[in-house]
């Protein structure tokens, strides 16, 4: 039901847009967001925005260099990344949680999740 693409081989300093189709569900009533797992590290989470309102929130590194987008209508949400670092190099993936009207979406309990998508930053 959710499906991450864009991802491939950067070098650092360099820009990718990653997206997430969503399928089945009702964009309208979900909080998106995108988590990335490096290799040898634990799940992390990177980015997310919120159902109503899409506010949007991300973690330290993505702070700054990193943009999360939804278009409802096309049931896709984006992940611009620029300033990419080799520390960036991950599989990222897109997750869904059906959430209350502008409920912060940092912490929710996601349960929907896509493939994931390899990002490999270096030079």
């Known amino acids: 039901q959710l499906q991450a693409s864009g991802g491939g081989l950067v070098q650092p300093g360099g820009s990718l847009r990653l997206s997430c189709a969503v399928s089945?569900?009702?964009?309208?009533?979900?909080?998106i967001g995108w988590f990335r797992r490096a290799p040898g590290k634990e799940r992390e989470w990177v980015s997310c925005?919120?159902?109503?309102?899409?506010?949007?929130s991300y973690s330290d590194s993505a702070k700054g260099r990193f943009a999360i987008s939804r278009e409802n209508a096309k049931s896709t949400v984006s992940l611009q990344m620029n300033g990419l670092k080799p520390e960036d190099t991950a599989v990222y993936y897109c997750?869904?949680?059906?959430?209350?009207?502008?409920?912060?979406?940092?912490?929710?309990?996601?349960?929907?999740w896509g493939q994931g998508t390899l990002v490999t930053v270096s030079s």
């Open positions: 089945g569900l009702d964009l309208n009533y979900y909080a």
């Open positions: 925005i919120r159902r109503g309102d899409s506010t949007t």
């Open positions: 997750a869904a949680v059906m959430a209350g009207y502008r409920r912060p979406c940092v912490g929710l309990d996601y349960n929907y």
